[in-house]
């Protein structure tokens, strides 16, 4: 039987799109340790941050998110970080890219960045202009780069806005083409938050937020994604104006919804473009669970509960009267290819995903096989040694840095496959810590093993090598 491959913040040709996620609030990644020689960015160990929450780290963390924006793998161990203002990632104007950073704490739970109480009491945003970028007020930014904003991943920590911080933003995400935020915890204590997750920007998109869980906040999530953001098993809990507001182009999947009484669950506006299949919403009769207003919306298999009506909309079709929606779209449905009147209401499955190594001995690595002299012409060779251990369960691609070499392919920082690279025995993940791979010639074989899965992430992979 041939094993499962998934792919996780991998940048893919342009005409392959490739949309991803995993069960809610699972125990995938909840605890990411790395092992000795990955070339990461480790900001205790590294750069002497305080993780205790006692000292306002603000500027240091700004620090290094800005100084190292490019191809790295940032890494927060557990503890708290006590932040009094915006830490955010390198912005650049329409025609200066940005690749990364990635952002990866160690523990979901356990690695919180915290906002110092009262820091920003009022919520002085014009939300109900529905910007299309928002940038004040934010406790942690992944940085604006227009449609250049590659590589950019938010993961496994929490973002706390703590108390009295009526206008605080809980997390901005801007992504291009690759990169996700997960696995991530957005928390409001007091529950009077401004929004909890923002997927606004100048040109967001594609893009993906997956297993997210957003509590306590005015507004739960707002996409704003002109180019396309994929949302899939997000959790709004305690919305007390609205769980969703959707403004442009959005698919979503396997959202649960929970408002306060008065909140609205979802609100597509007039410019928005979504398709929500698989929805839980659980609120107050006076409100009405799902609302378009003149938007393109398609729904699938959306459970209500408590709410006044389940679809209030503007124009369009018109909305079925039921607690449950098997199916609507706000147009007539055209088939291309026949006349459907009906989704083919296909289950949407997420496969098991393999706990995180933490035993190093069982990590491989093909810098041990690299001489002081290897140029990274041709990588083949040490990585087709790498997959051939035995007793190994994971590798790492570590990124490769100026450091110490003078090479010219060195200074691409790429692994380079020109022949076939074979992936068997005991290997279940592959990491690469913002690692680039490419090849003229070169091909990845996943051949049958004992692991029922090979999950790879954390690449750039540029074509034409074949996976």
Not at 17 to 25: G, T
Not at 182 to 202: F, M, R, T
Not at 235 to 245: H, N, P, Q, W
Not at 291 to 297: A, D
Request: net charge positive; hydrophobic share 35%.
């Amino acid at each position: 039987m041939h094993r499962l491959v998934r792919a996780a913040s991998v940048r893919l040709p342009a005409f392959c799109f490739l949309f991803l996620s995993v069960s809610v609030l699972s125990s995938h990644a909840s605890e990411i340790v790395y092992p000795p020689g990955s070339n990461i960015a480790n900001v205790v160990e590294d750069y002497g941050v305080d993780n205790t929450g006692e000292t306002d780290v603000t500027d240091t963390l700004r620090a290094i998110f800005e100084s190292l924006n490019t191809w790295r793998t940032i890494y927060l161990p557990k503890g708290t970080y006590k932040v009094s203002g915006t830490v955010a990632c390198i912005s650049r104007p329409r025609g200066k890219a940005c690749h990364g950073p990635m952002i990866i704490g160690q523990s979901r739970k356990e690695t919180i960045i915290r906002l110092v109480d009262g820091t920003w009491p009022e919520d002085s945003l014009d939300f109900g202009s529905y910007p299309g970028r928002i940038d004040s007020q934010v406790v942690l930014h992944s940085g604006d780069c227009t449609n250049t904003s590659f590589e950019k991943s938010i993961s496994n920590l929490t973002v706390n806005i703590g108390k009295n911080n009526d206008g605080a933003i809980g997390v901005v995400y801007i992504g291009s083409n690759s990169g996700a935020i997960s696995e991530v915890d957005i928390i409001s204590e007091d529950g009077k938050g401004s929004i909890g997750l923002s997927l606004s920007g100048s040109e967001n998109g594609p893009a993906l937020a997956r297993n997210v869980y957003v509590k306590g906040f005015k507004r739960g999530v707002y996409s704003a994604a002109s180019c396309h953001i994929s949302v899939s098993q997000v959790i709004v809990d305690g919305a007390s104006e609205y769980g969703l507001v959707n403004k442009w182009r959005a698919a979503m999947d396997s959202i649960k919804i929970t408002t306060k009484p008065k909140a609205l669950g979802l609100l597509n506006l007039h410019n928005g473009e979504l398709s929500l299949t698989n929805g839980f919403f659980e609120g107050s009769k006076s409100k009405v669970a799902i609302k378009n207003t003149k938007g393109n919306l398609y729904l699938r298999n959306i459970h209500t509960k408590g709410f006044g009506r389940a679809l209030q909309v503007d124009s369009g079709l018109p909305a079925p009267k039921t607690a449950y929606i098997e199916q609507y779209t706000s147009n007539e449905p055209v088939g291309a290819v026949y006349d459907a009147q009906k989704g083919l209401n296909l289950p949407i499955k997420y496969p098991r995903y393999p706990a995180w190594e933490r035993d190093s001995s069982k990590w491989a690595n093909p810098m041990v096989y690299m001489s002081d002299d290897h140029d990274h012409a041709n990588d083949t060779e040490v990585l087709q040694k790498t997959f051939a251990e035995k007793g190994k369960t994971a590798a790492v691609l570590p990124f490769l840095s100026y450091e110490g070499r003078e090479k010219g392919h060195m200074k691409k920082r790429q692994w380079n496959i020109d022949d076939t690279i074979r992936i068997g025995n005991d290997f279940e993940r592959v990491v690469g810590t913002a690692a680039i791979i490419r090849g003229t010639t070169g091909a990845v074989v996943i051949e049958d093993g004992s692991a029922p899965l090979v999950e790879f992430r954390h690449f750039r992979v540029w074509r034409p090598l074949k996976v």
